[in-house]
């Protein structure tokens, strides 16, 4: 495994994170030394999320960072809500911070629809027939008295299938695959 100790992953949460090392480890077959969460969406774009990240880069202790944050839905959130807002917010926290040449980012949703999180790329990477039972499930619940957030139901894949469903060798999977080799010079 290559590591490269300089390099940064940026990610909303902890399955981010989790999903990022299994990524990272079984499929590019390289390990990332230092994933961090930043605790939600809405903290990138704080300028006083990146702090400690800013005296990293300033020090040279980090030389390159990579965002990965969701690109969610414009209807829940007309700024950052949706991939549009969402490239434009985090283009623009980038170049507050003077991250240029530094960052890059990668935003995770449904290539086709571009809405959506991680969880929505992770089931358009699905064989159709566990993308049908995940999809049938989610327009079962809906409407009903259930959670509202489809994040619960969409990572009820891990509960529900022995192996992971998804497939790194899906094309939606390749821009993630290119910006973290980039990431780690590979």
């Avoid at 240029?100 to 990477?125: F, M, Q, R, W």
């Avoid at 995940?134 to 327009?139: G, P």
């Avoid at 891990?158 to 290119?178: G, M, R, V, W």
Wanted: include cysteine.
């Amino acid at each position: 495994m290559v590591k490269h100790n300089h390099a940064l992953i940026l990610c909303e949460g902890p399955q981010d994170i989790e999903f990022l090392n299994r990524f990272c480890k079984e499929y590019l077959k390289i390990e990332i030394p230092n994933i961090q969460a930043l605790n939600g969406k809405p903290n990138f774009f704080k300028e006083d999320s990146y702090t400690q990240i800013k005296n990293k880069v300033q020090t040279g202790m980090c030389d390159k960072i990579l965002f990965v944050l969701d690109s969610d839905f414009e209807k829940n959130d007309a700024k950052n809500g949706g991939y549009n807002n969402t490239e434009n917010s985090i283009k623009e926290m980038i170049k507050k911070l003077g991250f240029e040449g530094v960052a890059d980012y990668y935003i995770s949703c449904d290539p086709i629809t571009k809405n959506g999180n991680l969880e929505h790329l992770i089931l358009s990477t699905m064989d159709a027939t566990k993308k049908a039972c995940v999809e049938t499930f989610i327009k079962c619940v809906e409407g009903k008295e259930a959670h509202e957030n489809k994040k619960i139901v969409l990572t009820g894949y891990q509960t529900i299938f022995k192996e992971a469903p998804y497939n790194f060798d899906h094309e939606h999977f390749e821009e993630l695959k290119i910006k973290i080799n980039e990431l780690v010079g590979e």
